[in-house]
């Protein structure tokens, strides 16, 4: 099968070329397509998704959930341990693991639960999981114990894995589900202080620097752990972190009454929003992830107090940060390639596969849930209209999406 490109645009090296007109071979035995004043990426790579399998397949499946990577343009993607079984014995992490030999369709790389049901009480079996996963979280839960979280880095040290950490003092969340705001305070929601985010954080940063533990962090929303983690790089700690989509381009003044804005950290300020921004063009804020978090649709059908947390985000991530932050110069296209590609290989050691997707930025589309390939449609961009459409994804020499 031959793809054939026509003045189209590469990201190589962290450029963007000039047109030019090229072909590729890949082994798949596929019809030869097309394509003309197109982009061609690297193939993304997300750190942050939940796949749901096994034990909540009714949310998402490794299925479902890899072919709606593949629409978005990933063929790497890092599924978090809130699971059941939870990922924190080889045996356990074995049935996710089978799951997703038999169903992705592209590479999943799973995390690894910290402690014992990711229950914050005793490590998990750190040593014989490290050779199975990317490295160890807690996700959805923050580990609360400061001596834990010592012993925990001590060990992955020495493991020479990292530590992807879900900073949340549960302590100072108080029933909280929005941020803690102007909007919370109008319509009489219960807020998500955001020191429940920094302080853990500011934890984290001193043990990191005791222990030398290479560390990461999940979904930072807020500009004092921007700030906090722009110190600490001056530093010279082993520290890195993510922020989503939903962070740079949303804040409380978008919120509505609606499950599908509820999400963990919360939308926050349009100053936090702005930190953010500012990170990833300083090189405080390293990458992007989506943070993926599918929900049954009587889960998110309940408002802000009752859905449950999280918004999906593999078919929307591009083409939202494209139109949001490229288009009106916010953010150089090459950097936002390098947030989605380079960056979270290097960091997490995931190998540059030669994978690409192929994207056409011009042709304006309104993001319509109905049509995600995820069996989660909760987005708090339905209804958006957006450029930035991935229009063939490959994977190991297969095509693994093609726009119709």
């Given at each position: 099968m031959?793809?054939?490109?026509?003045?189209?645009?590469?990201?190589?090296?962290?450029?963007?070329?000039?047109?030019?007109?090229?072909?590729?071979?890949?082994?798949?035995?596929?019809?030869?397509?097309?394509?003309?004043?197109?982009?061609?990426?690297?193939?993304?790579c997300?750190?942050h998704?939940?796949?749901?399998?096994?034990?909540?397949?009714?949310?998402?499946?490794?299925?479902?959930?890899?072919?709606?990577?593949?629409?978005?343009?990933?063929?790497?993607?890092?599924?978090?341990?809130n699971l059941?079984?939870?990922?924190?014995?080889?045996?356990?992490?074995?049935?996710?693991?089978?799951?997703i030999?038999?169903?992705?369709?592209?590479?999943?790389?799973?995390?690894?639960?910290?402690?014992?049901?990711?229950?914050?009480?005793?490590?998990?079996a750190?040593?014989?999981?490290?050779?199975?996963?990317i490295?160890?979280?807690?996700?959805?839960?923050?580990?609360?114990?400061?001596?834990?979280m010592?012993?925990?880095?001590?060990?992955?040290?020495?493991?020479?894995s990292?530590?992807?950490?879900?900073?949340?003092?549960?302590?100072?969340?108080?029933?909280?589900?929005i941020?803690?705001g102007a909007?919370?305070?109008?319509?009489?929601?219960?807020?998500?202080?955001?020191?429940?985010?920094?302080?853990?954080?500011?934890?984290?940063?001193?043990?990191?620097?005791?222990?030398?533990?290479?560390?990461?962090?999940?979904?930072?929303?807020?500009r004092?752990s921007?700030e906090l983690?722009?110190?600490a790089?001056?530093?010279?700690?082993?520290?890195?972190?993510?922020?989503?989509?939903?962070?740079?381009?949303?804040?409380?003044?978008?919120?509505?009454?609606?499950?599908?804005?509820?999400?963990?950290?919360?939308?926050?300020?349009?100053?936090?929003?702005?930190?953010?921004?500012?990170?990833?063009?300083?090189g405080?804020?390293?990458?992007?992830?989506t943070?993926h978090?599918?929900?049954?649709?009587?889960?998110?059908?309940?408002?802000?107090k009752?859905?449950?947390?999280?918004?999906?985000?593999?078919?929307?991530?591009?083409?939202?940060?494209?139109?949001?932050l490229?288009?009106?110069?916010?953010?150089?296209?090459e950097?936002?390639?390098?947030?989605?590609?380079?960056?979270?290989r290097?960091?997490?050691?995931?190998?540059?596969?030669?994978?690409?997707?192929v994207?056409?930025?011009?042709?304006?589309?309104?993001?319509?849930?109905?049509?995600?390939?995820?069996?989660?449609?909760?987005?708090?961009?339905?209804?958006?209209?957006?450029?930035?459409k991935?229009?063939?994804?490959?994977?190991?020499?297969?095509?693994v999406?093609?726009?119709?």
């Amino acid at each position: 099968m031959k793809l054939y490109f026509v003045n189209c645009r590469r990201y190589v090296n962290g450029r963007i070329e000039l047109p030019a007109s090229f072909e590729f071979d890949i082994p798949d035995n596929g019809e030869d397509k097309y394509f003309t004043d197109k982009f061609i990426f690297p193939a993304f790579c997300d750190v942050h998704v939940h796949l749901r399998e096994p034990g909540f397949s009714y949310k998402e499946t490794v299925a479902s959930g890899t072919a709606a990577a593949a629409r978005g343009g990933f063929t790497d993607v890092c599924t978090m341990p809130n699971l059941s079984p939870v990922p924190d014995s080889a045996a356990h992490m074995k049935q996710q693991l089978d799951i997703i030999k038999r169903d992705a369709r592209v590479r999943v790389h799973p995390f690894a639960a910290l402690t014992v049901g990711e229950k914050g009480q005793e490590p998990a079996a750190l040593e014989e999981l490290a050779p199975l996963c990317i490295g160890f979280s807690d996700d959805g839960k923050g580990v609360q114990s400061r001596s834990l979280m010592l012993e925990l880095m001590q060990r992955v040290k020495k493991l020479g894995s990292i530590i992807s950490a879900h900073c949340e003092d549960e302590a100072l969340v108080q029933g909280g589900y929005i941020n803690k705001g102007a909007y919370a305070l109008a319509h009489g929601h219960a807020g998500i202080s955001a020191q429940s985010e920094w302080r853990p954080i500011a934890r984290d940063l001193e043990l990191a620097a005791q222990t030398g533990c290479k560390y990461h962090v999940c979904h930072v929303s807020c500009r004092e752990s921007v700030e906090l983690l722009r110190r600490a790089k001056a530093a010279g700690l082993d520290v890195t972190c993510e922020t989503a989509p939903h962070y740079l381009l949303l804040d409380e003044g978008s919120l509505r009454e609606d499950g599908r804005f509820k999400m963990n950290p919360p939308l926050r300020t349009r100053e936090d929003r702005t930190a953010l921004i500012d990170g990833l063009l300083d090189g405080t804020v390293d990458m992007i992830a989506t943070d993926h978090a599918p929900h049954a649709p009587q889960e998110k059908s309940r408002g802000l107090k009752d859905s449950l947390m999280g918004v999906t985000g593999l078919e929307t991530a591009f083409a939202a940060l494209y139109t949001g932050l490229v288009k009106p110069g916010i953010l150089p296209l090459e950097k936002l390639v390098y947030l989605m590609t380079d960056a979270p290989r290097e960091r997490f050691g995931i190998e540059k596969s030669g994978d690409i997707c192929v994207f056409d930025t011009q042709m304006p589309f309104e993001v319509r849930p109905e049509e995600f390939l995820s069996m989660g449609k909760s987005t708090p961009f339905a209804g958006k209209t957006v450029q930035g459409k991935c229009l063939i994804t490959v994977c190991g020499g297969k095509t693994v999406w093609t726009e119709n």
